[in-house]
């Protein structure tokens, strides 16, 4: 038997599009839609962020979740730790920052969207 095909894929597959190209764009969409999305982008590209964000990293160069583990990975970036969507007063609280590498940051934002 064959699988009932939706609205949404008969509509992606007119356009050409196949599901990830579908997810970038509705992702697209939302960053420029979602006001707590749009605050959090404006704060990302902020010169205090950046400022702060470097002298964490100058802080804390390695990765604090590898380090907890007591293994030295080089962090390549620096999280917050309450979403930054969610909880924008706490951008530039020292607290809620953490160093990281690619692959813990990586662990933390899916979790973080999968809530
Ligand atoms: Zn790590």
């Given at each position: 038997m064959q699988?009932?095909?939706t609205h949404d894929q008969?509509?992606?597959e007119a356009r050409g599009e196949t599901r990830a190209t579908a997810d970038r764009l509705y992702d697209r969409t939302r960053r420029r839609t979602d006001p707590h999305l749009k605050r959090a982008a404006?704060?990302?590209g902020s010169a205090r962020w950046k400022s702060l964000r470097a002298k964490k990293r100058r802080h804390n160069p390695l990765c604090e979740d590898h380090e907890?583990?007591?293994k030295t990975v080089?962090?390549?970036?620096v999280d917050h730790v309450k979403a930054l969507e969610m909880l924008p007063h706490?951008?530039?609280v020292w607290s809620n920052l953490k160093s990281l590498c690619d692959p813990c940051h990586a662990k933390m934002s899916a979790a973080e969207r999968r809530g």
């Open positions: 699988k009932p095909v008969r509509l992606r404006t704060i990302r907890a583990r007591g080089v962090a390549t970036g706490l951008a530039y």
